[in-house]
């Protein structure tokens, strides 16, 4: 029987991990566990920086941004021994079991912990949309709205200049996010890897919103295109003139949605019963408007269908 668990937040931080540690606390303490907060993510587990969580600790941060606890990425996780290390840290406290929270990374860490006799449960904090097993993770939300508010904003000198605005949006290799933004600002174009590059499309499309609006709207998913680049040939090519714009780190920041704040507390409240019907290796998913859990090898596969499935209403409706 599981006494005393850990929680901790790594990868890329995602409005609403505040949100999911708060619910691993509560519902932990609910159920008469003892739980403690590792810093930094498997960092601190490598190095020791663990401390006990109370109620209390928790009280004003369900609606912060960031996570109080911190977040690393840590690539020497992969190696038996540096994870033999963390391991003899959490017995230093008695802890048998641990919530991770964040994205693939992070799920590759809790399993090939959890192999090591660690009990595990993975909850999907990142704002990329890229763990397949869950139709969203704790963060999306929340960067989708900054991203169309700052779209919103361009719009607005964009169109008063008669420009075309090319948004770089982040989401590592994922469209989730570059795709529901096409989507929610009504864009000409959209690239991601998903859906592709074309740039005698994108001008095409372009030219052809220049006739009948006095703006376009190019969202380019990260990793794909030099956004300064295609603003050059939107220019040259096209009746309007471009400027690229690389939204960068301010997607991840801000306080999470009602949305992400409500997915946190349930995912939060999920990994601890999990833990307690003795899952390991596990992560929490939300399909179908059910939390429910899932073997963490199954969630690092490809999220693409999803992604294909929005653009093709895109591609009907720009
Ligand atoms: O995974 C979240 C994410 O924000 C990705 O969208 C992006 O590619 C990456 O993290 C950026 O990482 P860093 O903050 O280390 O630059």
Redesign the pocket.
Known sequence: MIKKIGVLTS??D?PGMNAAIRAVVRTAIQKGIEVYGIHDGYLGMYEGRIERLYRKSVSERLGLGGTFLGTA?LKDFAKKEVRQIAIDNLAIYGIDAVVTIG?DGTYRGALALSEMGIHTVGVPG???N?ISGTDFTIGFDTALNTVVEAVDKLRDTSSSHRRCSIIEV???NCGD?AVWTAIAVGAEFVVSKETGFDLQAIIDNVTQAAKAKNHAIIIVA??MVDVNWLAKEVSEKTPFDARATILG?I??GGRPTAKDRVLASEMGYKAVEALLNDETGVCVCQRNNQIITMPINDALGDDTPPVLEKYKVFKVLW
């Open positions: 990868g890329g995602a990425r994205g990142t704002i990329d890229d982040m989401g590592r996010i990260e990793n780190h997607q991840r």
